[in-house]
């Protein structure tokens, strides 16, 4: 059973940081960071591959040069490292086991996504709410 547990969350001010963490089971593989503000789609923001092969969001709400997705694989856990926050930024972000084998890992960086369409390709933690503030 894939369980996964995310953490880190909270508010900053504009230009801030925060590290978010994901405790990982039961799952081994493409793993990513989505986010969803309030009446917007899902959207991916990074991913990372088993080898350490990393992508981010660059278009329409870019995270890249900003954001830093990582693994610990002694522990089981996946961070995102968020620096040089904005208010555009203010969503609930969500870790994400991406088992679905029709598209390369780094595919799931970018794009936007619906219920139900979202169980089809990955499996979800709850999310942590992230508020920017101006």
Not at 2 to 30: H, K, N
Not at 45 to 58: H, L, P, Q, W
Not at 72 to 101: G, H, W
Request: hydrophobic share 30%; aromatic share 12%.
């Amino acid at each position: 059973q894939v369980r996964l547990v995310e953490s880190g969350g909270g508010s900053v001010q504009s230009g801030g940081s925060l590290t978010l963490s994901c405790a990982v089971s039961g799952y081994s593989g493409c793993m990513g960071w989505f986010r969803q503000a309030t009446g917007k789609e899902r959207e991916g923001v990074a991913t990372i591959d088993s080898d350490g092969s990393t992508a981010y969001r660059d278009f329409r709400g870019s995270v890249k040069g900003r954001f830093t997705i990582s693994q610990d694989n002694a522990k089981s856990l996946i961070y995102l490292q968020m620096n040089n926050l904005k208010p555009e930024d203010t969503a609930v972000y969500y870790c994400a086991a991406l088992f679905s084998r029709s598209r390369e890992c780094a595919y799931w960086s970018g794009g936007f996504y619906n219920s139900p369409d979202l169980e089809r390709f990955a499996y979800w933690g709850q999310g942590t709410q992230v508020t920017v503030s101006s």
